[in-house]
């Protein structure tokens, strides 16, 4: 009889088990683009990019969603010798699964729009929001600056894969990958068939330049270090290098503006990496005043969260540029998040955070197949209870 019951339990936990995962998402091999090598189009440590490709079926077989991950940035020789030998740095320390949720999911009730749509998601390992160029290869490291060729011989492996009869593409991509789509955006159309609809979504990708509670410009700093390190120059729009220096080109603020292809943004206004690496990093709280505030937001004082809003006082000064514009589209939340689109849980669930009672999964649905244009800002916090604050360990 216990093993009866036991035997029920097991069955129970693994149903249950299953049910999360098919709700959370599905496992995609990793493909090697090893055609990138010759172009020395290949990570930091001279290996080939790598993507994971979930392949649309039945009325999405010609629409694409193109994803670029993230994982920061290294800003010198230094920084990026780190990151060589991990799966940042090199596609041989790569997991070979990834789970596809939210806007990659491929069932219906998850991602009604996009499900059955083909959807890659590009890995990260160059550093740079793949903008990089550097010819010349450092002996004594062994690393490759070559982001924006891996960008292009990515593209081009997809198109001979299928893309290049795409109807309907995307070009996306989250945190470090997120500022890929937008710096990137107006290329991605270029490469793709005239006669397609092309669209590009940014999530937690749009950085903004404001000082660390120290009033140091850290990030500025650290922004033209990583151009300067990996070439990014020639990969960053002209319309905005033409007018500033490299580095401030690496700012969305300084590049939405004159994106032609329309784009969408995804953002906390309270970006949860934006607070806790540009506004109060280590650098500039050297007594750790702002450790257990930025873990949780529950735990921040009052001198804290006025200069949160402050924070978020210069987030929408920075992002009103697309405003402007009735091709561009925006959900900023007020919550203290980053990386929206790819969990199921705030992409589209019963619980998932609202802007004016519509989901992320709705509004850019709407405002790709223009059913309804979408630009809403939140309310500042605590006010939206329906957000999903991340409390970090």
């Avoid at 009103?320 to 939340?333: A, E, L, Q, T």
């Avoid at 019963?350 to 809403?376: H, M």
Wanted: hydrophobic share 35%; net charge positive.
């Amino acid at each position: 009889m216990k093993s009866t019951k036991m035997e029920h339990l097991l069955s129970l936990v693994i149903c249950t088990l299953l049910l999360v995962k098919s709700a959370e998402g599905v496992a995609v091999p990793i493909t090697y683009v090893q055609s990138a090598v010759p172009k020395g189009a290949v990570c930091l440590d001279g290996s080939p990019p790598a993507y994971h490709f979930d392949k649309g079926f039945d009325a999405g077989i010609d629409n694409w969603i193109v994803h670029f991950v993230g994982g920061g940035w290294c800003n010198n020789a230094s920084t990026c010798l780190d990151r060589r030998d991990t799966p940042l740095g090199s596609s041989k320390k790569m997991d070979t699964t990834l789970s596809f949720s939210g806007f990659f999911s491929n069932g219906k009730k998850f991602n009604p729009d996009f499900y059955n749509w083909n959807r890659i998601k590009v890995r990260y390992c160059d550093g740079s929001s793949f903008t990089g160029d550097v010819e010349a290869v450092d002996p004594a490291t062994n690393l490759h600056y070559r982001g924006g060729r891996i960008f292009v011989a990515v593209i081009e492996d997809l198109l001979a894969k299928g893309m290049k009869n795409a109807k309907n593409a995307i070009l996306s991509g989250c945190s470090a990958g997120g500022l890929t789509s937008i710096l990137q955006c107006d290329r991605f159309r270029t490469l793709l068939p005239a006669a397609a609809k092309v669209k590009c979504v940014s999530d937690a990708g749009y950085f903004i330049n404001v000082k660390a509670v120290s009033g140091a410009q850290h990030i500025e700093q650290f922004y033209s270090q990583v151009v300067q390190t990996h070439a990014s120059a020639k990969n960053l729009p002209s319309s905005c290098t033409s007018r500033l220096s490299p580095g401030l080109c690496f700012f969305p603020q300084n590049v939405v503006a004159q994106i032609s292809t329309p784009i969408f943004f995804v953002n906390a206004a309270y970006d949860s990496w934006q607070i806790k690496n540009i506004l109060a990093p280590g650098v500039a709280d050297p007594h750790g005043t702002w450790r257990s505030c930025k873990l949780d937001i529950k735990d921040c004082s009052s001198n804290q969260l006025t200069t949160m809003q402050g924070f978020r006082t210069e987030f929408l000064k920075a992002i009103s540029v697309v405003s402007n514009s009735p091709s561009k589209g925006m959900f900023i939340d007020g919550c203290y998040s980053h990386c929206q689109t790819g969990i199921q849980e705030t992409w589209m669930r019963n619980d998932s955070p609202l802007l004016v009672n519509t989901t992320i999964a709705k509004a850019v649905g709407d405002w790709y197949f223009e059913r309804k244009g979408f630009q809403q800002i939140d309310c500042s916090y605590p006010c939206n209870p329906t957000c999903h604050n991340r409390v970090f360990e």
